[in-house]
Every structure is written in C-alpha cells, then in structure tokens.
C-alpha cells in the first residue's frame, strides 16, 4: 500500500533528476534570502551556480544547532512572517529553544509525509488514530495529527499522557492505530495487562513510534503486548518533524523521503561524506522547504543509509534506527536532554563550578532521570529544611527548563567519578 | 554559645565511620552527636572539644563541613527543669530548630543543645536566667 505511489516508487534516475532540480532552486533561494547561508557562501567563495547537481553537496557549508542558537528566533528563516502559517520549537540547551517555521505548503508537504508514513505501517482512510505524542511545541502531535487527518483517517488527539483516558478511548472509539513514543507503547501495554484487558478485546493493528531509540526487542515486546505491527517513524524538528522517515512492511529501515530531503552519511570527525553502508552521523539537506530550509544540518544521529531496493517496492534509501549520538545529547520520555542544560540550572542556582551526573534508570518500561549534585560548602546547611528547599528548587528549575521531572539526589564531594579532569556527565542504566 | 560542627553524609555504609575515624586519629573527645536523615543523606552534627581542629581535618578529607553557634543549655538534672529553660525563650518569641542532648560536665546537671532562629536574642535572654546556665566554648574542653 502506498499514499503517493508515483513517487514513492519512482526510478532512481527520476528521483536524482528532482533532486538535482530542487537543490539548485533551494540553492538560489537560500542565497538570497538567508544572509547568514549568503555570508557563510562568500566566506568560501562558493556562488549558487557552483551548485549543479547533488554531486556538488559536499561544497555546500554544514549547518549545525548552534546555528540555530545564534540565529534565534528566525535569523534562519528563507520566508517573510507574513508566509509563515505555524512555528514549532525544541528544548534549547541555553534556555532559548529552537524555532522552526513553517509556510502553508511546508504543513501540506509534512502533512504528505506523515501521510506516507502512516499508510507505509498499514494505515488507511478507515483507520481510528490514536496520537498519543505530546501536542504543543513539540512537532510530534501535531505533525502526526495534520497526516492523519491528509490521509482521511480518523485522528484522535488524545496528546500524552493520562493512561486511564488513553485505554477508555482505545476501547470505546475501537482506536485501529496508534502513534506515540515506544516506552509509552509499552506503558500502556501494561497498563492493559494490569486492568486486565487483553488486546484481543482491541482493535488494535498497527503503530509507529519514535522520538526516542528504541531496539528490535522493544520492538517483538510491543508487537506481542499489543498485538500489532510495530513500525519505526524518524524525524526532527529541525528538518521538519516526525516523518521525515518511516517503515514499511518490510521493517528493515525507514524510507527517508527523498523527494524533499537529501540525505548524507558522514564522518563525524573528519566531515567526509562516506558510502552508502557505512556508519556515520546523518546529515540532512531541505530541497523543497520555505520556512526554514537547512543545507548539510548535522543531526548528531548515527546511522547507516541502505540503497538497495527495497521489497515495498519503495526506491527511497533506508536509514537503521539511531544507534547512538555524535554529541553527548540523550533522549528520555522523547524529551531531548543536554548534560549541559542541567549545568546551566546549576549555575543559576549558584554553583560556580558545578559537579553532577546524571543517572537514567528504566522502571518497568518508564525511563527515570536523576540528578547527582555534589554538596558545596555553599550549599550546605546545618539545618534539614534548607537542603531540602534546595533540592525542590533545582527540582523545580530542572522542571521548567527539561519539561521533565527529574529525581535531584545531593552527594557528597568528590564521589562523582572524574575522568581526566573531566566528569562522566551521564550514566545511562537503560537496556535497549 | 557554642561551636557545633554539622557533616554532610550520604546514606551508605563506613561513612561515619570515616569521621569518628578522623576525631580519634586527632585527639578530639565527642561530646554529643545527633543525626538529621532524610531518604539519600544525613546531616551529623557535632559537639567536640577542638571544634576548630576538626574542621581543618575533615575538610582535607573532602567533607563538607559547616560551623553553626548554637546555645548550650546547663540545667538542673530535675523534672520541669528544661520546660523552664524552654520557656523562656518561648514567651520571647524565639523559635527553636532543633534540640539534642549533650554528656554533663557537673554533677546533678545536664547539658541540652538548642539551635534557635535569634542567636543574639536568645542569648540576651538567657544570660542572667535562674533556669540555665549559659555554656561557652571553653566549657566543652574536659
């Protein structure tokens, strides 16, 4: 089953022929309406028409986060406000998150996507849809939710969260599909087997998941626990949001829609492009995005791509699932985490050389994250209530600026192991 | 007023140990110990005769150490004593964070620690008291 078989299925040949059409538009595009993409071209005397074809990608200049910080809000904006319908936004690691805009055929193109996507992993226009992502800021509700509704399926916008509501309507609306992070999936897997219902008395079929890695046996527990087929979706905000790649039947990689992204693997040390079949960190080009369209953005995802053809039918390359990072980012109930995040609240607190850790755990199938703080003379206090005033307030700030609840634990000076002067930041206890 | 030492602890094994360990390597007499826990650590807290000395040698061991005056109380080793003592920082509205008991150095008497909101308040009301004795520093060395 296809959403848009023509491409989807399209030869390499024609598929390279878009490409090379889109990227050199994008090019021109860019160049003229991004000054920072126009100043970082002449800086390596490299002009719009030096770009003629995809073989010609490596000459374009990386895009990185720290880009995005230093152009918040919209510096890397292509379109005027006025083109802009809708603006997303990703936990930032300095307290200002990452924006990204959004121009009415930029939500039709990732409204087409998301439709792919789904219809890849099974869904049809009689499909009840579950969105059990966060909707907000965050791209995963609602971008699942426009593809949903592109499709002609039934979207329910349930968002996140409240596990008793989610089993009452996977019941009582016959939900068919379900789309959410992979630890919920399981989640909620259990809370069905703790109310004592079994998947059987669902209708349950098929779901895809992301935002978070997950592995082939999370993926056989919830195909078993729920009684579906479980596909795998990628995406980032950055690029566009969930979508960006997804799985078909087959399960032996996402198809990265090729007809709007370039995809690349590269060294992460050395910046070469490498072959496809080996691994490397993902780096993506825009071909067809208005709001904010990046050249080579650096995901920090490691991966492999595969171009052989695969049994769908689908020409567009594979991608594995994430199998690590290139930077020290971590993902824990989909929230993306930097160590440094922490630090920041730390300082703000009045550390002036912070020692933490942090500490993932998986319970059952949630993921925990504690904070280790190393007590200061600073901080310490005679008197039980001040400690505890202290912990509540990291806890709280950690609150705000994660979006996620965070266990604040003080230790004492000098247990937390330093490795060459430097901390081990993050110990992830979790078994993928 | 006296000096007390409080220590951070995690809750794990050997830890006080480690401190006592330090105090007796250096020639420190105990004169009270009272432990505050919660669930992941404890503050210790401690009335030593070398408060200053054992300072410096917990903190080369990396404790974290905090000095805090706190008033120690000498009263009548009787009932009703204490309720006094007490009282009379109550009708001066001086709050209390904690108390702990403390060895005597007299006979017929007892020591009590008490942490307050107002040291100097506290101390302004209890210097010529009938109900304690206030203690000092010099008093902790046996």
Redesign the interface.
């Known amino acids: 089953m296809y959403w848009n078989e023509r491409i989807e299925t399209i030869s390499r040949d024609e598929l390279t022929y878009i490409q090379n059409e889109e990227l050199c538009k994008m090019i021109r595009r860019i160049y003229h309406n991004v000054p920072f993409y126009r100043k970082k071209f002449q800086e390596i005397g490299l002009y719009p028409e030096d770009i003629k074809s995809v073989e010609d990608l490596s000459k374009l200049p990386f895009t990185t986060k720290q880009d995005m910080r230093d152009n918040y809000p919209y510096g890397l904006f292509a379109a005027d406000l006025s083109e802009i319908v809708r603006l997303h936004a990703s936990s930032g690691t300095t307290g200002k998150p990452t924006v990204v805009g959004y121009t009415r055929e930029d939500i039709n193109n990732w409204s087409e996507l998301c439709a792919r996507s789904i219809v890849a992993a099974g869904g049809t226009t009689d499909s009840v849809i579950q969105i059990a992502y966060g909707y907000g800021l965050f791209t995963g509700g609602l971008g699942l939710h426009y593809g949903a509704e592109k499709l002609g399926a039934s979207a329910v916008p349930v968002s996140s969260g409240n596990t008793d509501r989610q089993l009452m309507l996977m019941k009582d609306f016959n939900t068919t599909f379900l789309a959410c992070t992979p630890s919920y999936a399981l989640y909620l897997a259990d809370a069905l087997e703790d109310q004592g219902i079994s998947p059987k008395e669902l209708n349950l079929k098929a779901g895809i998941f992301g935002a978070e890695p997950w592995s082939e046996n999370m993926r056989k527990e919830i195909e078993k626990k729920l009684n579906i087929s479980a596909h795998n979706i990628y995406g980032l905000s950055e690029i566009m949001g969930p979508g960006v790649a997804s799985e078909c039947a087959c399960k032996n990689g996402m198809h990265i829609w090729e007809d709007h992204f370039i995809p690349e693997v590269i060294d992460p040390i050395t910046l070469e492009p490498l072959p496809y079949g080996s691994f490397g960190e993902l780096v993506f080009t825009c071909i067809t995005k208005e709001g904010i369209p990046l050249l080579r953005y650096r995901t920090r995802d490691l991966t492999t791509l595969h171009n052989e053809v695969c049994q769908c039918g689908r020409t567009h390359v594979r991608m594995d699932r994430i199998m690590g990072r290139s930077d020290d980012m971590i993902i824990i109930r989909g929230v993306n985490i930097f160590p440094s995040q922490i630090e920041d609240v730390l300082l703000e607190i009045g550390e002036v050389e912070p020692h933490y850790q942090l500490i993932i755990t998986r319970e059952g199938t949630l993921d925990f994250l504690e904070v280790q703080v190393e007590?200061?003379?600073n901080l310490?206090?005679?008197?039980?209530k001040n400690?505890?005033s202290l912990t509540n307030t990291i806890k709280q700030r950690l609150s705000s600026v994660l979006q996620l609840s965070a266990k604040v634990?003080?230790?004492?000076?000098?247990?937390i192991a330093r490795s060459e002067g430097k901390a081990n930041r993050v110990i992830d206890r979790r078994n993928y | 007023m006296i000096i007390?030492i409080?220590v951070?602890?995690?809750n794990k094994p050997g830890?006080l140990e480690k401190v006592l360990q330090i105090l007796y390597d250096n020639d420190i007499n105990l004169r009270s110990i009272s432990v505050?826990e919660?669930s992941?650590?404890g503050?210790t807290?401690l009335i030593l005769d070398k408060p200053a000395i054992a300072v410096e040698k917990l903190k080369a061991e990396?404790?974290?150490?905090?000095e805090?005056s706190v008033l120690g109380l000498e009263i009548e080793d009787r009932k009703g004593a204490m309720l006094a003592a007490i009282k009379e920082l109550a009708v001066n509205e001086i709050s209390i964070?904690?108390t702990y008991s403390c060895l005597p150095i007299n006979d017929n008497k007892v020591i009590i620690i008490v942490?307050v909101d107002n040291m100097e308040r506290a101390i302004d009301v209890l210097k010529d008291s009938e109900n304690c004795r206030l203690l000092n520093c010099e008093d902790m060395i046996i």
């Not at chain 1, 310490?380 to 039980?384: P, T, V, Y």
């Not at chain 1, 634990?409 to 247990?415: A, K, N």
């Not at chain 2, 990396?62 to 905090?66: S, T």
């Open positions: 007590v200061t003379e310490f206090s005679d008197k039980i400690l505890e634990t003080l230790v004492e000076p000098r247990t | 007390q409080s951070f602890l995690e830890r505050a919660t992941d650590y503050v807290r990396n404790f974290i150490v905090k805090t964070e904690y942490r």
